[in-house]
């Protein structure tokens, strides 16, 4: 099964920051890469898939890079409407699976 | 436009069953595999199980393989997850997600609201 590490668990920013998050995978999975953002109460919202394409109305202030083990995610100038917590899932293999999340407050 | 529906879940005894449904709309059911995905409180993301698209392919996180069975309907447009044998560590919203391509591993593009499940005495 593949393994994914997330980090950090959490930060603090400002808004205007530039905040990235790194996702690393125990196995090469490519670049079957996802990353998510969840709200509290909501259900999970796709950002980006193959690990660097934003979904469609996405804001282009979020992308995401890397291939084989190692992941980042970036926001480039955070907005008060970003405080969420952010998930890499890979879907390079069953079981599909989820790092431990990262929450980034203001 | 798609929507996911859960519905279902509620508070059951340790040991106990439940299961939990998920009604789709605004894609066609039957050409996608479905997932279910859970969340305990204050944690983090686990898939569950997947469907394939016809019924004839599944498969299941380790925590609950042999215990939870996921089928699906596609004239009803409805997937389930029959949940045996429940224990505490099972309390979770439980997601249905459907996946952005056709492939039993996939990354999801819609994600329902979810369904709680308590399992406690």
């Known amino acids: 099964d593949i393994q994914m590490t997330q980090s950090p668990s959490s930060l603090s920013a400002s808004v205007g920051d530039r905040v990235t998050i790194t996702c690393q995978a125990s196995?090469?999975?490519?670049?079957?890469l996802s990353w998510y953002q969840q709200k509290p109460g909501k259900a999970p919202k796709l950002l980006i898939y193959?690990?660097?394409i934003l979904e469609a109305g996405v804001p282009s202030r979020f992308s995401g890079s890397g291939s084989v083990t190692d992941f980042t995610f970036t926001i480039s100038s955070l907005q008060p409407e970003d405080i969420a917590t952010y998930y890499c899932?890979?879907?390079?293999?069953?079981?599909?699976?989820f790092g431990g999340g990262t929450k980034v407050e203001i | 436009q798609v929507h996911l529906v859960e519905s279902g879940g509620g508070v059951v005894q340790p040991g106990r069953s439940l299961r939990i449904s998920c009604e789709v709309s605004?894609?066609?059911?039957?050409?996608?595999?479905m997932n279910w995905v859970r969340q305990a409180p204050g944690k983090g993301l686990e898939w569950v199980a997947v469907?394939?698209?016809?019924?004839?392919?599944?498969d299941y996180a380790d925590s609950v393989r042999g215990r939870f069975a996921i089928s699906r309907d596609n004239s009803k447009n409805t997937l389930y997850l029959q949940m045996n044998s429940l224990r505490a560590e099972d309390t979770a919203v439980y997601y249905c997600?459907?996946?952005?391509?056709?492939?039993?591993?996939?990354?999801?593009?819609?994600w329902g609201q979810g369904t709680l499940v308590t399992v406690s005495s």
């Open positions: 193959d690990a660097s």
């Open positions: 469907m394939s698209y016809d019924g004839t392919k599944e």
């Open positions: 899932q890979q879907y390079e293999n069953l079981p599909l699976s």
């Open positions: 997600a459907k996946p952005a391509g056709f492939e039993l591993a996939y990354y999801f593009d819609y």
């Open positions: 605004g894609f066609s059911f039957s050409g996608y595999a």
């Open positions: 196995q090469d999975i490519s670049i079957y």
